[in-house]
């Protein structure tokens, strides 16, 4: 209370006095007992209505004792029960939750963990996926500020999740309790295996594989890869104490389109405990892209062997060579390739008006410029008689997509006829023209696009010696073939966009978080967020049938499935007020990450322990635990001191006292006849 709410305090009682004494004592003819009474009720009224008009603070002080928090953290992974150690968690848990001092010293919270996190999850040991980076993470945000002791049950194996060594607060000591037999057994493992989800018909695809060992003894195992039974692949690998690890890398045929199942197996003639982690399943879409090129000319010319090669190095690719008469449909035909074209062209132009193939076009000093004005309108072409040699030059800037400079100024120059090229519409250049070291913005190589047609040009002859230089600068093709299969690529990929867009993969493993997006774009190509879209999902064994809704998302609109067994699935996605569809299928493959462990990781939960400058503990050594908790010295109750303002008008005692007293006077003095 402030100085001056005392000096207004003291006043008040002055004032009160005055008014009281005046009233009934200073006016009065007789010194009555009575007036007396009067004079001191009127007296406590006013002092009470003053108090209350002046509303002074009191404040009052208490100390509270606040228990330190302490985070069970309870792996419920099927590796757990994998490992026999379930029932052992429990009656851990149950040591640790009915402990009386325990209860007293800390405010004691459980949580579980698997692949998600929570609070009121059951005890089931029944979680696919071990993440303790998550549990980490939400400890962090529930208890900020807090120094406490978190006591972690797990086996340490995690399965997704960044590294959770370095996932716990600064200002938390993990102590992780073991659970799980750590006597070494002899165990062959595949740890992991690495492929691509896609491959290319005829071509072979890589698969990285990393092959583990545990035990003491030399071991020779084989490692084998097959499909429907036929082993494709087959290798002897040895072992020792001192080599525990092998990795191998391995290139596999793509000779059968459509998503093809493998079984990778790791087999010895040793019993093992645990055999589930010696075989992994995995999957890879097999995809036909071979693409149908016609390459049109009317002249012989060594530029056509020389780019035939350079596209045909991509098995997904076959060029055939025709002249302008010799084609006329266009049904089977991907790309075109319109060599030095004259008027002789125009039947190959008139089909392609309703096909809309996309074009490669290379002029040279047999093109017909006024031919080539009409068919196009992207580039003007204002040429002279003369011709000129131009020297490349690479344009840095260029970004459809990717690619290096392979030394375009060093390559011979390409024969071109001399005369201005003027651009019509927006086209992007890769190379320019130059002449003697003398810049010009005529394209040697450029490309457009216009709506869903794409075209290239490339203009000048003899790129034949681009291809003979850089093999002399490399000793291989390899440089100026991939240049030339990107521009085959970009021309024979259209820009084409569908109203309904749907992300997903060919095969997911059991018990991980299926997702599939899907993107809805009105007529004018605009993302619509509250698009009304449904999948239905049939299991293609039992033939049932579910439907789902998608929810929003910030790039669309995603629905994730949760538990499906493995099989193949086929799913039908419907934008239902436009009607817009998309069928496909997926399949989830027979695999449980959590079966590839036969002990617990012990060197991470003691670095854990280390970092978090905690201390690692057995299931048999609980009471241990229990007493470090205990120790009077750590993990001390906070004190708070709690300062509590209370203004005097919310005291419900002085507004009664104001009106017992008013009242008591007024009656008073009814009663003695003053009114």
Not at 348 to 377: E, R, W
Request: aromatic share 12%.
């Amino acid at each position: 209370m402030t100085s001056s709410t005392i000096f207004l305090l003291f006043l008040s009682v002055l004032i009160a006095a005055s008014l009281s004494f005046y009233h009934y004592l200073f006016r009065a003819n007789t010194q009555l007992k009575s007036n007396w009474i009067l004079a001191l009720l009127r007296f406590f009224s006013i002092l009470c209505l003053l108090v209350l008009l002046i509303n002074p603070t009191f404040t009052r002080k208490t100390t509270e004792l606040s228990k330190t928090p302490l985070a069970l953290l309870i792996d419920n992974s099927s590796s757990i029960k994998e490992l026999k150690s379930n029932k052992t968690a429990l009656n851990v848990l149950d040591k640790i939750l009915t402990n009386k001092e325990i209860s007293e010293k800390f405010a004691v919270q459980k949580y579980l963990f698997d692949k998600d996190f929570g609070l009121d999850k059951p005890i089931d040991f029944e979680g696919k996926q071990s993440n303790i980076d998550l549990a980490a993470q939400n400890l962090k945000q529930l208890y900020k500020h807090n120094e406490l002791p978190i006591v972690l049950l797990s086996d340490g194996n995690q399965t997704i999740g960044n590294d959770y060594e370095y996932s716990f607060q600064e200002t938390a000591r993990v102590f992780p309790i073991v659970l799980g037999d750590t006597t070494s057994n002899f165990d062959l493992k595949i740890s992991r295996l690495n492929v691509n989800k896609y491959a290319f018909l005829k071509n072979k695809f890589p698969v990285e594989v990393f092959l583990q060992y545990n035990g003491t003894k030399p071991c020779t195992a084989t490692f084998s890869i097959q499909k429907e039974k036929n082993k494709v692949f087959n290798q002897t690998v040895a072992f020792s104490k001192t080599k525990k690890t092998v990795s191998l890398e391995i290139l596999v045929e793509a000779n059968k389109i459509g998503l093809q199942k493998y079984k990778a197996i790791l087999s010895s003639t040793y019993k093992e405990k645990n055999t589930y982690n010696n075989v992994k399943n995995f999957a890879v879409e097999v995809l036909n892209q071979q693409k149908e090129i016609a390459l049109v000319s009317d002249i012989t010319h060594p530029d056509l062997g020389a780019i035939k090669r350079a596209i045909e190095s991509n098995a997904q690719r076959k060029v055939k060579i025709y002249k302008s008469k010799e084609i006329s449909d266009l049904k089977n035909i991907d790309l075109l390739i319109l060599y030095q074209p004259t008027s002789a062209f125009k039947v190959i132009i008139d089909a392609n008006v309703k096909q809309q193939i996309n074009t490669f076009i290379i002029t040279g000093i047999s093109t017909d410029f006024n031919f080539v004005n009409q068919i196009q309108n992207d580039l003007q072409f204002k040429m002279t008689p003369q011709t000129e040699n131009f020297t490349a030059n690479y344009q840095s800037s260029f970004q459809l997509f990717a690619q290096e400079d392979i030394a375009f100024s060093q390559l011979p120059p390409l024969t071109h006829k001399f005369g201005k090229i003027i651009a019509k519409n927006q086209v992007e250049t890769m190379i320019k023209s130059s002449v003697n070291g003398v810049s010009f913005e005529n394209p040697i190589l450029t490309f457009s696009e216009n709506n869903t047609k794409r075209s290239a040009y490339l203009l000048g002859e003899n790129i034949w010696k681009w291809r003979l230089e850089s093999y002399l600068f490399k000793k291989s093709f390899e440089d100026f073939d991939l240049f030339m299969n990107k521009i085959i690529h970009y021309l024979s990929t259209n820009s084409y966009k569908k109203n309904l867009l749907v992300t997903h993969e060919q095969f997911y493993n059991s018990g991980e978080t299926i997702v599939i997006e899907a993107q809805y774009f009105n007529k004018n190509y605009e993302l619509n967020k509250e698009a009304n879209l449904t999948i239905e999902l049939k299991n293609s064994r039992t033939n049932a049938v579910k439907k789902y809704n998608f929810s929003s998302s910030n790039q669309g609109n995603i629905v994730e499935f949760d538990g499906l067994e493995h099989g193949n699935y086929s799913f039908t996605v419907k934008e239902n007020t436009s009607g817009a569809s998309y069928s496909s299928s997926f399949e989830v493959l027979d695999f449980d990450v959590e079966k590839q462990f036969t002990n617990p990781d012990v060197v991470k939960l003691n670095a854990l322990a280390t970092k978090t400058n905690g201390q690692t503990f057995y299931p048999n050594q609980i009471e241990q635990l229990i007493k470090k908790l205990l120790d009077p010295s750590v993990f001390l109750p906070t004190e708070k001191e709690i300062i509590k303002k209370t203004p005097l008008i919310d005291w419900v005692t002085l507004l009664i006292i104001l009106a017992v007293s008013l009242a008591t006077e007024w009656f008073y003095r009814k009663y003695k006849g003053l009114l």
